[in-house]
C-alpha cells in the first residue's frame, strides 16, 4: 500500500512538473506569436472566461483553433502513452482531480483507488482533451488555492528563440489570398494537419453597422484573414500605425538624424587606407611617354603641328542683304533671298522735270485729296531752276526709316515654283473622229405616253423596242419608223420593262405594283411567236406541288392572254433576264425582309429565295453574260455570287453614297455603276475591288447606265437631261488598262419636275441608243 502512495507521489510530482514546463512553453511561443497584442488579449480572455455567454474567443475554440497548440507537447504524450500504460493511468487520476480543483465548480468525484486492481479511469476522449486546455493555459494560471490569476507576460529577446515575431504560426496555409477559402468552410491547417474552422457568426453588413455604431472599440479593431478573428490594437500599435502613415520611422527611440561619421577627411590619418606598397611607376619615369613627347617636340620643329591661335573675341557680323556674290558665304547658302531692289529713280524725280512730269492745277488738287496708298508719286514733281536751289527732302529719314523697315521685317521665303506647261498635264487621248462609229444626232422621237418613261428595252433583233410608263402602259414600237405597234394597258404604273434576249422565244417582262407579267406581244417571226405560246401553254403542274414565294398563274384577259402572271409578296421595282432568256430576276427593295431578290425559271415555273440574310437594301441586280455569276448592288456595295459554288466571290465598294444602276460589259471583266451623287464608277473586276477610274461628267444625279453589246460604247443618263456617250475599249491583254474616252453629249430631253433622262438602253446591232425621259417622250440617236 506504501508502495503505491510513493508511486503516486512520484507520479504527481512528475506530472506537475510536465504540467509547469508545457504552460512555459505556451506563454513563450504566445509571446512568439504576438508580442504586442499579449497584454489586451490576456485582459480580454480573463474578462471573457468569467462570462457565462459564448464569446468570440470560446467561438473560435469550437472551431479549432485551440488544436494549434504545441506539437511537441503532444508527441511527448503520445511517447508516455506508449511506454507505460500504468503511469497513464495515475496521471489521468491526478490531472483530473487538480482540473477539478481549478474549475472551482464542486463535482462529485471518485475517490482514489488505492489497490492497483481497482483504479478509477477518466474517460479516454476527454482526458487527452482537458490535458490540452490544461496545457495550452491561454494566458490564465491557477494558484494554491484553486483560484484563477492573470500572467503578465515579459518581454523578452525578440532572437531569443528561432520564430517569427510578425507572423501567426497557427495556420499553415503559407502566403496565399485567403479569397481562396471562402467558400469553404474551414479557413486553413494547423501544425497538425487539422482544419481550421471558421467562426460560427458570420456578420453581415447590418451586423458590422450597429458593431460600428455601439462597439467604442470598432475604429481600432483588426481582421485578421488568417483565423477570421477580430484582433483590438493596442494604444501601442495604434501609435505605430499614426507614425508609419506619417513617413516616420517605426521605432520612436530611433533618431534619423544621427550626426555623420567622415571615414575619408582632408587630415593625414596615421595609417593608410590601404597598406599596398606603392607602385613602380610612381617614381620611375614611363619610356612610353618619354617617345610620344619626343615625336611631339620633333613635329613641332618641323612646322607639322602648328600650336593654337588664341579665337579673336570680336564678334563678327554678316551682311544679310549682301549682293549674290557667288564667292560669299550668302551667296553659296542655297535658300538665300536677295533683297528687293528699290525702283530706279525716273524723270518725274528730276529737279528739271519735263513739262509734260509736272502737275496741273486739277491734278494737283486730286492728288491732295487721294490717300497715300492711292497715289501714283509719293511727291509732287517740282522744277528748280539750278541744282543749288534745290531744298533738302523732308521726308528723307522717314522713307529711310521705312526702308529699314521692309528689310527688316519682310517675309523671306523661297517658293520653289515648277514651271509646268498646263497642256502637259492633259493625257494624250485620241480625238473623237479616231474612235467613231457613235450617235451623234437625235433622229427620231417616240410620242404617245402621257406621263415619265421609266424604262425601255429592245428586242433582240433591234427591230421593235417596249416601254413602260407612269401612265399604266406598256408600247410597243416600232424602231425604224417610230410607230407604235400595240398600247396594253396594266394595274398600275410600269417601274420596268425588260425583253427576253433568246431570238428564239418572244417573251417580255414587265413589272407593276407586286405583279411581274410575262407577255407575248406576237410581233415579229411567227414560227418564233407560235414557239412562245407553245412554250407557254405546254406546262404540265408536278404531281406535288411545293409552296412557293411566288403565285405563278395564267393571265386573263383578251389583251394579256398568252401570258403568265407572277404575284409577288410585295411591290417590284426591277426585272432582268438571264442571257439564256429561261431564268429571271426580281427585285423588292425592302430593309427588314431577306426575300428581296427572287430568281425565277419560266420553263418549270419554279421561284426560289437565292438569300438568307439581308445584307442592305437592293437597289438592282443582274446577271454575268457568260459565266454562273450574280450582281447584287445595295446602296453603297455590289457584291458578285458564285451561283454553283453558292458563296460570295467579291464586293465592290463603289465609293458612293447611294447606287441608282449598274451594266456589265459584255466581256464580263467590267462592271459600271451610276449613282445619284453624280458619279459613274467603272470597275475592272480582275485589278481591284475598287474603281478604276471615277467619271464625273454629270452635273445632277445618273438614272441609267448601259454597255453596247457589239462596239466599245457605254452611255449614261442623268437628270440633267443629257446623254453622255462615252469611248471605253477594253483589250485583250491583260497589262493594258481600258481606254475611257467621253466622245459625245447628246441633248434634247426636258427636264420636268426636276427629272431628265430615266433610262438608256443601245441598240442591239447598230451604234444607236435609245433615251426615255420624264417629258414622256423615247429618243433615238444615231
Known sequence: ??????????????????????????????????????????????????????????????????????????????AEEGDDEEDDDDDAVILDEILTKSSGVETATEPLATDKNTPTQPDEKTAPKQKRKMNKGEGVAMDDGGEKGLITTQHGDEYEHDTSDEEDIRNTVG????????????????????????????KDELDEFLDKMENPDYWRTVHDKTTASDIRLSDEQVDLVHRLQKGQFGDVN?????????????????????????????????????????KLVHAIKMGWIKPRKPKESTPQYYDLWAKEDPNAILGRHKMHVPAPKMRLPGHEESYNPPPEYLLTEEERMAWEQQDAEDRKLPFLPQKHSCLRAVPAFSRFIHERFERCLDLYLCPRQRKMRVNVNPEDLI????????????????????????????????????????????????????????RCMKTLEVGGAVKSVAWNPNPAVCLVAVCFESTVLLLNPALGDKLVVSATDQLITSYEPPEEDKEQAVTWALSEGPEHNNGLTLTHPKAVKQVVWHGKGDYLASVMPDNGNNMQVLIHQVSKRRTQN???????????????????????????YVRVY??????????????????????????????????????????????????????????????GVAYHTHYPLFASGADDGSVIICHGMVYNDLLQNPLIVPVKVLKGHQIT??????????????????????????????
Not at 508580442?35 to 474567443?57: C, H, Q
Not at 406621263?451 to 408600247?475: E, H, M, N, Y
Not at 438568307?612 to 453603297?636: D, E, I, M, W
Open 254 to 294: 530611433f533618431n534619423e538624424y544621427e550626426p555623420s561619421v567622415d571615414f575619408f577627411t582632408n587630415e593625414v590619418m596615421i595609417h593608410p587606407v590601404t597598406n599596398r606598397p606603392q607602385d613602380k611607376r610612381s617614381f620611375i619615369p614611363s619610356l612610353i611617354e618619354k617617345e610620344k613627347v619626343s
Open 175 to 202: 502566403n496565399i489570398p485567403m479569397e481562396w477559402y471562402q467558400d469553404y468552410p474551414h479557413i486553413g491547417y494547423n501544425l497538425d494537419g487539422k482544419k481550421i474552422f471558421k467562426p460560427i457568426r458570420n
Open 642 to 703: 458564285n451561283l454553283i459554288k453558292q458563296e460570295l466571290t467579291k464586293k465592290l465598294m463603289t465609293n458612293c453614297k447611294w447606287i441608282s444602276s449598274m451594266a456589265i460589259h459584255p466581256g464580263g471583266d467590267n462592271l459600271i455603276c451610276g449613282s445619284y451623287d453624280c458619279r459613274l464608277a467603272w470597275f475592272d473586276l480582275d485589278l481591284s475591288t475598287k474603281p478604276y477610274k471615277m467619271l464625273r461628267h454629270h452635273k445632277k444625279a445618273l438614272r
Open 610 to 636: 437565292p438569300f438568307r440574310k439581308n445584307k442592305g437594301l437592293v437597289q438592282c441586280v443582274s446577271f454575268h453574260p457568260l459565266r454562273p455569276y450574280f450582281f447584287v448592288a445595295t446602296q453603297r
Open 427 to 482: 493625257p494624250k487621248l485620241p480625238k473623237p473622229k479616231d474612235l467613231q462609229p457613235f450617235p451623234t444626232t437625235m433622229s427620231l422621237v417616240y410620242i404617245g405616253h402621257t406621263s415619265l418613261v421609266r424604262s425601255i428595252s429592245a428586242s433582240p433583233t433591234g427591230q421593235w423596242l417596249v416601254s413602260g410608263s407612269d401612265d399604266c402602259t406598256v408600247r410597243f414600237w416600232e424602231v425604224n419608223t417610230g
Open 753 to 782: 419636275h426636276d427629272l431628265g433622262v430615266l433610262d438608256v438602253t443601245f441598240h442591239p446591232t447598230q451604234p444607236w441608243v435609245f433615251s426615255s425621259g420624264a417629258d414622256a417622250t423615247i429618243r433615238l440617236f444615231t
Open 1 to 78: 500500500m506504501r508502495t503505491v502512495n510513493l508511486e503516486s507521489q512520484k507520479n504527481g510530482t512528475m506530472s506537475k512538473a510536465k504540467e509547469k514546463s508545457a504552460k512555459k512553453r505556451v506563454v513563450e511561443e504566445d509571446e512568439d506569436q504576438l508580442p504586442i497584442f499579449d497584454k489586451d488579449v490576456t485582459e480580454k480572455k480573463a474578462g471573457e472566461e468569467e462570462d457565462a455567454d459564448l464569446s468570440d474567443s470560446e467561438e473560435s475554440m469550437f472551431s479549432g483553433l485551440e488544436d494549434s497548440g504545441s506539437d511537441s507537447h503532444d508527441e511527448e504524450e503520445d
